[in-house]
C-alpha cells in the first residue's frame, strides 16, 4: 500500500511549487514587462537589419538557449508559416565545445564561438540563473568587443552579468527551478511577439 503520509507530503511540495511558480511569474510581468518589451524592439531590430541572435548558458540554461534558437530558426506556432529567422545556441557543437575547454579552458568556450561567428550588430543572449559563471562573462566582454548587443536573462540579484550586459531580464527569485521556469516563459513571449511583429499573418 503506498505510504499516506509520504503522498500527502508530496502533494503539498507540489501544491506550493505551483503556488511559488505563478507568484513569481506574476512578479516577473510587474517588474521586468518594460524591459521585455525592449528586448522584443532590440531583437526585432537584429533580425530586420540582417543580423543573427546568439544564445549561450550553461546546464538548464543550455537547454534554454537551444530551445529559443529552435523557435526562432522553426517557428513558435505551426498556424504561421514564416521564413527562418537567424539564431544560433552555442551549447550544441561537441567538437568545439571540447576542442576550446581542452586547449584554451572551459572559461572560454563561449567567447572563442562568439569571436568566431559574432558580428556588429548581431545580439546575444546569455541566460543565467546565478550571473556569476566565468565562461559566461567572458562571453558577454567578446560580444562587447566585437559590437554586439547583450541582453542578459537572469534570476535573483543577478550576480556580476548585472552590471555587464546591456538589458538585464530579471526574475525575481533565488530558486534555480522558478528562475527556469520564468526564463522558458520569456523565451515563448518573446519569441511570440516577433513572430506576429515581423511575420504577420494576412
Not at 168 to 195: F, K, W, Y
Request: with cysteine; net charge negative.
Amino acid at each position: 500500500m503506498p505510504d499516506q503520509d509520504n503522498n500527502d507530503r508530496w502533494y503539498r511540495f507540489m501544491e506550493n511549487s505551483v503556488r511559488e511558480n505563478i507568484e513569481v511569474k506574476t512578479r516577473l510581468l510587474s517588474g521586468t514587462g518594460a524591459d521585455l518589451i525592449q528586448t522584443v524592439h532590440q531583437l526585432k531590430k537584429t533580425i530586420e537589419q540582417g543580423g543573427k541572435i546568439l544564445l549561450c548558458g550553461n546546464g538548464g540554461s543550455a537547454a534554454d538557449a537551444q530551445h529559443i534558437a529552435a523557435e526562432l530558426v522553426v517557428r513558435l506556432k505551426s498556424s504561421n508559416d514564416r521564413p527562418a529567422i537567424a539564431a544560433q545556441a552555442l551549447t550544441v557543437d561537441t567538437s568545439i565545445l571540447t576542442a576550446c575547454s581542452n586547449d584554451y579552458g572551459f572559461d572560454h568556450v563561449f567567447a572563442r564561438q562568439i569571436e568566431a561567428l559574432g558580428n556588429h550588430g548581431d545580439t546575444l543572449i546569455a541566460i543565467s540563473t546565478s550571473g556569476n559563471s566565468n565562461n559566461m562573462i567572458e562571453a558577454v566582454n567578446m560580444a562587447h568587443e566585437k559590437g554586439l548587443y547583450v541582453i542578459g536573462m537572469l534570476g535573483g540579484s543577478g550576480g556580476k552579468l548585472k552590471q555587464l550586459v546591456d538589458l538585464a531580464i530579471m526574475v525575481p527569485s533565488d530558486n534555480t527551478a522558478r528562475i527556469q521556469e520564468c526564463h522558458n516563459l520569456i523565451g515563448h513571449m518573446v519569441c511570440d511577439l516577433l513572430e506576429q511583429e515581423i511575420f504577420p499573418k494576412p
